[in-house]
């Protein structure tokens, strides 16, 4: 189960940077192009099946005693593809460049999955997510992700955890 959370979440973080390289590289790339919008597409439905899969997971309460927003964080993880993205609209249209541009969204992956990054995903971010640092009673931080505009600095937050401190609270685990 962690496994496949982690991976829609990785796929889902970096199919909008892929795609939009496909985009730019269209001409280039010939029907490569349609593949890699294709994979990005499926990115986003195992995104959907992981949220859907989640849904299955033990709800647990988490007793805050602080809670600040971290949408700051996506923003600065989103602001790394720029990088690639520079390097492949100025770039030459050459084989050197697309290894190069590939080589470093490989490493950006690596690192995401290697810092348990999970909860610094885009593709959540425009489905409407935002990002919380909650501490709890106990001093344990959790990145939580959800819907809500606002979460209360004391009270609790039901939620279900997709890693070790990572927790997205859902529909149903919301008032209202």
């Not at 269209?26 to 439905?45: H, M, T, Y």
Request: with cysteine.
């Amino acid at each position: 189960m962690t496994r496949l959370v982690g991976l829609g979440l990785l796929a889902s973080a970096f199919a909008p940077m892929v795609a939009l390289l496909a985009v730019v590289r269209f001409d280039e790339l010939g029907r490569a192009s349609w593949v890699i919008l294709a994979a990005c597409g499926v990115a986003v439905l195992l995104l959907v099946l992981v949220l859907r899969s989640v849904a299955g997971v033990q709800a647990r309460t988490i007793d805050c005693q602080s809670v600040r927003s971290a949408d700051e964080r996506v923003l600065a993880f989103t602001s790394s593809y720029i990088v690639p993205l520079v390097i492949a609209v100025f770039g030459e249209s050459d084989v050197p460049t697309l290894v190069a541009t590939a080589a470093l969204v490989a490493v950006m992956a690596t690192i995401y999955v290697r810092a348990g990054l999970y909860h610094l995903n885009p593709t959540l971010a425009l489905a409407g997510y935002r990002l919380y640092d909650v501490t709890a009673t106990n001093g344990t931080v959790t990145m939580v992700l959800t819907k809500e505009r606002h979460l209360r600095q004391a009270g609790a937050v039901v939620c279900r955890y997709v890693g070790e401190n990572v927790a997205i609270q859902m529909g149903e685990d919301r008032d209202g």
